[in-house]
């Protein structure tokens, strides 16, 4: 969960990285003149009002805050005076050498020397704390966290997991990659981060999410013109936005004003895609849906939804013209789920590639039949909406499911660059990118690893392509309309008995 303090300041969540966030803070101090003192002096007060919230009842309670020597390490020692003039029993911890201090942490040394603030000479001493303030690395760490470092963070994550000491970190848990939230050697482990200024990629991309715990975006300060002129490129979207993007409905309308999808999907025995993504499509609003699909199909599409149009072919002949005027009817087109590699699925997907003049999107076996014909590239529409999981991404670029995780952000926006389509490479966090910006989808959750799942998604972002969404804002709002419904439909069914059929029935709870 995240609260965040910026509300109605941006349209969207920003999320930044290393070098972004760095670019603020340069901009705010060297540019605009605001002494970075006064930046660390509001993150650390807004991390002890923190720290008190969480401990509740602060009296008898100890924290210990364990410092490294840049300026993150300066945020744990402001924190540890400001809570001693508050009345809570503090002390702190250098983990890192103190001759390498940046002015700004020396200062902070050289205040809690003056004042007496105790400190603690062995690693041992943490387990007296009820409260661990990590603020050994934030964005400023750069390379896998070893040796004595690395044995710090294993006593803070000792404490914790004994049950010893809650633990905050302070703007990123150490050792997580501000970018790509990796672990980077080793990273503590937090019940709850407060972070500055605005979220950070590192803290939603797992494994980095699950080492954040709760996190608390706090305004420190920084002037809007420094966040602007950093040029954050990655974006997530919240529930307000819902209101927002969704396509308007008009009293004066019909059928007609909403779009028409065509499905090419399922294969003989392979009935469930077609119908997941024709109903999700129809659930987000379109006006007519149409199912291309074997004939074998027609009776149990007819009766799960018979509000579909239905053309039915035979798979030992396709006929063409058939697809030919399901595609000039169509207003999006939504091609691959369910429908098998066989050769009569490889000449469907080479036909809609090259007749095709409306958005696309491509799902399962069409990404799994473009990645085994390398040739139809060439036929694929610029702006195409691409929605490989993993598994299907490594088919398609070759690349193995380790490396794409080392940079999930990287790999999707590099690929959508490539190729020039969108790309929606689906995960826990699902990753969208136009090859320049990237949104990370934020709901969902894993009751959603559900056979179905990726068909309804499909089937949303051609809903919205019907509507005449642009494709990257279709499918980065597809995703997060997939999974709050997902998340809703958890609330009520848990995540076990969590179907396909359950996303798309707690749609119409998040789309009204
Ligand atoms: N600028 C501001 O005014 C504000 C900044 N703020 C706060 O400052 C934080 C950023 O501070 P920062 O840039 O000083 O970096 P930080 O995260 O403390 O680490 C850098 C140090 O770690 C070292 N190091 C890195 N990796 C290492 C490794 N694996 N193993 C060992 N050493 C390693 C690196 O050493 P070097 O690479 O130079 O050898 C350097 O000494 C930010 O997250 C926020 O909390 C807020 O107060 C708002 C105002
Ligand atoms: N742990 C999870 N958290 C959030 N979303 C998830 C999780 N696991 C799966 N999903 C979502 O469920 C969908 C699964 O798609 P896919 O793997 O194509 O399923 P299928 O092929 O069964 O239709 C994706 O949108 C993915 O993001
Ligand atoms: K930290």
Same mark, same amino acid.
């Given at each position: 969960m995240y609260y965040c303090y910026r509300k109605k300041r941006y349209i969207m969540i920003y999320l930044a990285n290393s070098r972004e966030m760095k670019s603020i803070d340069t901009y705010s101090i060297e540019t605009l003149g605001i002494p970075s003192a006064v930046l660390m002096e509001r993150a650390a007060y807004a991390t002890a009002v923190r720290i008190c919230e969480v401990l509740k009842d602060t009296e008898g309670k100890k924290v210990i805050a364990v410092c490294g020597s840049g300026n993150n390490g300066g945020d744990g020692l402001a924190v540890v005076r400001i809570l001693t003039t508050m009345g809570v029993s503090s002390a702190w911890y250098m983990a890192g050498d103190t001759a390498k201090a940046t002015k700004e942490t020396a200062l902070q040394i050289k205040i809690l020397e003056n004042m007496k603030v105790p400190r603690c000479r062995s690693l041992d001493e943490l387990t007296q704390a009820d409260l661990i303030v990590d603020a050994i690395f934030g964005i400023g760490l750069t390379r896998p966290v070893e040796g004595n470092f690395a044995r710090t963070v294993e006593a803070i994550n000792r404490c914790r997991a004994i049950g010893r000491a809650a633990v905050c970190a302070v703007d990123i848990p150490s050792g997580i990659s501000t970018?790509?939230?990796?672990?980077?050697?080793?990273?503590?482990?937090?019940?709850?981060?407060?972070?500055?200024?605005?979220?950070?990629?590192?803290? +939603?991309? $797992?494994?980095?999410?699950?080492?954040?715990?709760?996190?608390?975006?706090?305004?420190? /300060?920084?002037? @809007?013109? =420094?966040?602007?002129?950093?040029?954050?490129?990655?974006?997530?979207?919240?529930?307000?936005?819902?209101?927002?993007?969704?396509?308007?409905?008009?009293?004066?309308?019909n059928k007609g004003s909403y779009g028409r999808v065509l499905v090419i999907a399922g294969s003989k025995n392979m009935a469930g895609a077609c119908f997941f993504s024709a109903r999700a499509a129809y659930n987000c609003g379109c006006g007519l849906v149409r199912v291309f699909t074997v004939q074998e199909n027609h009776d149990v599409i007819l009766e799960k939804l018979p509000e579909a149009v239905l053309t039915t072919y035979d798979s030992t002949l396709v006929d063409m013209d058939l697809l030919d005027q399901a595609i000039e009817w169509a207003d999006s087109v939504v091609l691959g789920p369910g429908l098998t590699c066989a050769p009569y699925a490889?000449?469907? +997907?080479? $036909?809609?590639?090259?007749?095709?003049?409306?958005?696309?999107?491509?799902?399962?076996? /069409?990404?799994? @039949?473009? =990645?085994?014909?390398?040739?139809?590239?060439?036929?694929?529409?610029?702006?195409?909406?691409?929605?490989?999981?993993?598994?299907?991404?490594?088919?398609?670029?070759?690349?193995?499911?380790?490396?794409?995780?080392?940079?999930?952000?990287?790999?999707?926006?590099?690929?959508?660059?490539?190729?020039?389509?969108?790309?929606?490479?689906?995960d826990a966090r699902t990753i969208?990118?136009?090859?320049?910006?990237?949104?990370?989808?934020?709901?969902?959750?894993?009751?959603?690893?559900?056979?179905?799942?990726?068909?309804?998604?499909?089937?949303?972002?051609?809903?919205?392509?019907?509507?005449?969404?642009?494709?990257?804002?279709?499918?980065?709002?597809?995703?997060?309309?997939?999974?709050?419904?997902?998340?809703?439909?958890?609330?009520?069914?848990?995540? $076990?008995?969590?179907?396909?059929?359950?996303?798309?029935?707690?749609?119409?709870?998040?789309?009204?």
């Open positions: 970018d790509t939230g990796q672990v980077l050697g080793c990273a503590v482990e937090a019940d709850f981060t407060v972070t500055f200024g605005t979220l950070k990629t590192g803290l +939603v991309l $797992y494994p980095g999410a699950c080492h954040s715990g709760q996190v608390f975006v706090e305004n420190i /300060g920084f002037p @809007i013109e =420094a966040t602007d002129q950093a040029r954050i490129h990655t974006f997530a979207f919240e529930k307000e936005d819902i209101v927002r993007y969704l396509p308007k409905r008009q009293a004066y309308s490889v000449n469907i +997907v080479a $036909y809609t590639l090259k007749h095709c003049k409306v958005p696309l999107v491509i799902d399962a076996d /069409g990404l799994n @039949i473009i =990645a085994g014909n390398g040739s139809l590239w060439d036929s694929v529409p610029q702006n195409t909406v691409f929605t490989p999981h993993l598994g299907e991404m490594s088919r398609l670029s070759s690349m193995p499911v380790g490396q794409m995780c080392l940079d999930l952000p990287k790999t999707c926006r590099e690929f959508a660059k490539n190729h020039g389509i969108i790309c929606v490479l689906k969208v990118s136009d090859g320049a910006n990237c949104f990370i989808n934020l709901s969902g959750n894993d009751g959603m690893a559900t056979g179905g799942s990726g068909d309804v998604l499909s089937g949303i972002i051609g809903g919205f392509l019907a509507q005449k969404m642009d494709p990257l804002t279709a499918a980065a709002f597809g995703c997060f309309v997939h999974g709050l419904a997902g998340d809703a439909a958890r609330k009520e069914k848990g995540a $076990y008995g969590l179907l396909a059929s359950d996303i798309i029935q707690y749609m119409s709870k998040i789309i009204r």
